[in-house]
Structure formats: structure tokens, C-alpha cells
């Protein structure tokens, strides 16, 4: 069965070519209303740092355990997560019972000691703390700031392709908040009942993008329900929207499900990129996706409130810090009542 997941080429577009952008807007929007996902060529991210930020994963995760638990996560969720040491309570596609099979170690904006939000213990804003490994810390640095700058390019043409002037969403990402997530899943023979590499879930990004591994795994799930396998399309980005931007947009684009099931028999290693708005914007249903007779679903949130919810719903460590959180944040909806909302943020952050 061929993919649903179109494939776009961002060059034109990059190149400033007639009428690329209206043509990548009405693109997108296709994609985010029907699919939720959609690979991207022609990005401009040099592979050769793809392919040294995947070494980067592999050469963190074959330390020994004691050396990556030196480096545990924290309340900013920076740091090592231990295998199983999720498990995605939230979802609302599957009633998740067990761990997920993965560990992954989490990043940041890097930031200096006198960063006035590290001085005032902002949350989510915390100091990156780096392995003494060869490289890594440089290649980190540098894949993050590649990947952001895609992601603000894509910026205006999600702007366009939600009917919005072009610089709409430039206040919001003025500092964007972002997460890299470098996981490792081992290879699993045979998975057990509810069982996965990562869970059914949906990201809680604005955007999510995720340079390609050469080792498949990833599965997302079709609007009749089917799970379909995403292919490997080499040197590709695949970009997916997340709840904030399901959120944001009132649900006219689609936050998809998905999983991990690694059977390869090969280590899989994914270094998904979360692209989030500033940490206090308010996030509010946009203009152009409202009216008296589709109302406003949620109230305005913001990344640091959403966040905080989702760390403390999915992850150990902050479920034994804070305790379970109950619902998210603006899930029952005045002005929807008995709307089947699917408000909560699922995914792995």
C-alpha cells in the first residue's frame, strides 16, 4: 500500500522562486488536515551533520549506565531518561499500561550561567549538562541550531496556509522553546501486549521534525484507524504537527497518532526535533479557524503550562516529584460541552 504521506520539496521555495510559497502554503495545509505529516527534501540541513548528530546518539547511549545516569533528567527535563522510564498515560488512541522500550537524553536551548531565566530557575530553561565525549557537545549545538532555523522558515508558511499574514507568528517565536530527544530503541524479537518501543501517542508540538534513520520502525495511524509503516525516504525530513498546533487550531490541523516498534534486529536511534512557541505566549485559538459556528475549543495555555501538565502525566521522575496532574490544561471546554477533545499532550517529550 503507497504511503499517504506526501513528499515536498522546500527548494524552490528556499530560492525565492515565482510563486513557490502560496504553492508550499496550500501544500501544507492539504498535508496538516489529512495527514499530519509530510517529508520534506530540499531543506538545506547539511546530511553530513545528520549523519554525525546519529553517531552523536549512538556514542551517548553505548556509554556504560552509571556514566548516563550521571547526567539524569531533571525538573527542566534536560538529561538522561532510563529505559522504561516512561510510559504514555495520556494517550487517547490506547489505554498504555507499560513502559516504553526506549531510553533518550534531552536538550535545550544552550544556555550561560547569567541566562537571567537560569538565574531565575525558569522551568523548562535550564543549563544543557554535556558528556565529555569527543565532538558531541559541538554537534549537538550545531544540529539544534540548523533545525531551528528550518523550523522558522517553515514559520511564515504555516502562518499562510492558516489564511494569516505572513508575519503572524512572529511574536510567538521570537525565542522559541525546542527539545532534541536522542533515543535509542533496541531491537525487540516480539513485543507483548500493549507493549512498544515508544506507545501510541501524539507529540505535543507546534511542530515536530525528524531526520530520517536508515532503520524503520516508526508507525502512524491512518483516520480509519489503520496503522500504516512510514517509509525510509533517504536524506528526508519527516515534519509533523503536534497538539499545540491542533490546539491552536481549533482542530482543523490534525495532531496524528503514532508508535515505535523496533523488529529489525538493529539498534534504531531517532533524534526528533520539538519546536514549541516562546515560553509565556499565549496560546489562543487562532482567527482564521473560528466562528460562531465552530467556537473556540480551549481556553489560552501557554508551552509552560502545557509542559508542565505533560511532564508531570508522562514521566517518572516528575510524577514522583509533583504527582499525576490530572487533566490538561483547558481540556473541558465551555464552550463545547461533551466534545470529544483530545487536549492532552502524548507524546514523547
Not at 483530545?342 to 507524546?347: E, K, L
Request: charged residues 20%; negative net charge; glycine residues 8%.
Amino acid at each position: 500500500m503507497p504511503s499517504p504521506i506526501p513528499v515536498l520539496d522546500l527548494a524552490p521555495y528556499f530560492r525565492g522562486e515565482a510563486g513557490a510559497h502560496p504553492a508550499l502554503a496550500a501544500e501544507i495545509s492539504r498535508a496538516s488536515e489529512t495527514v499530519g505529516f509530510t517529508f520534506v527534501v530540499g531543506h538545506g540541513v547539511p546530511w553530513d551533520l545528520v549523519e554525525r548528530t546519529f553517531e552523536a546518539a549512538a556514542q551517548f547511549h553505548a556509554q556504560p549506565i552509571e556514566a548516563k545516569r550521571a547526567f539524569a533528567i531533571d525538573e527542566h527535563n534536560i538529561g538522561y531518561m532510563g529505559f522504561g522510564a516512561s510510559v504514555t498515560r495520556s494517550s487517547a488512541v490506547n489505554a498504555n499500561t507499560r513502559p516504553n522500550l526506549n531510553e533518550a537524553v534531552f536538550f535545550k536551548r544552550e544556555r550561560a550561567p547569567g541566562d537571567p531565566k537560569v538565574i531565575a530557575n525558569k522551568r523548562f530553561c535550564g543549563m544543557n549538562r554535556w558528556p565529555d565525549l569527543p565532538g558531541f557537545r559541538a554537534t549537538v549545538i550545531d544540529y539544534c541550531a540548523a533545525l531551528e532555523t528550518l523550523a522558522r522558515r517553515l514559520v511564515p508558511v504555516y502562518a499562510a496556509s492558516l489564511d494569516l499574514p505572513e508575519g503572524f507568528f512572529d511574536a510567538a517565536f521570537a525565542e522559541p522553546q525546542f527539545t532534541l530527544r536522542m533515543s535509542h530503541y533496541p531491537s525487540v524479537a516480539a513485543h507483548g501486549d500493549n507493549e512498544f518501543g515508544s506507545a501510541p501517542h501524539t507529540d505535543s508540538s507546534f511542530i515536530t521534525l525528524l531526520a530520517q534513520s536508515p532503520v524503520a520502525g516508526l508507525e502512524i495511524r491512518a483516520r480509519d484507524g489503520a496503522w500504516l509503516a512510514a517509509p525510509v525516504i533517504p536524506r528526508s525530513i519527516l515534519v509533523n504537527s503536534g497538539d499545540m498546533m491542533r490546539r491552536w487550531t481549533n482542530h482543523r490541523y490534525l495532531s496524528t497518532p503514532h508508535r515505535v516498534r523496533n523488529v529489525s534486529g538493529l539498534d534504531r536511534y531517532a533524534i526528533p526535533f520539538f519546536f514549541d512557541a516562546g515560553m509565556d505566549y499565549p496560546i489562543g485559538c487562532l482567527p482564521t479557524c473560528q466562528s460562531p459556528d465552530n467556537p473556540a475549543r480551549y481556553p489560552p495555555t501557554t508551552y509552560a503550562e502545557y509542559m508542565t501538565w505533560f511532564a508531570r502525566k508522562n514521566y517518572d521522575h516528575q510524577r514522583e516529584r509533583e504527582g499525576d496532574p490530572g487533566a490538561a490544561p483547558g481540556t473541558a471546554s465551555p464552550t463545547s460541552p461533551g466534545d470529544d477533545v483530545r487536549a492532552a499532550a502524548t507524546g514523547e517529550r
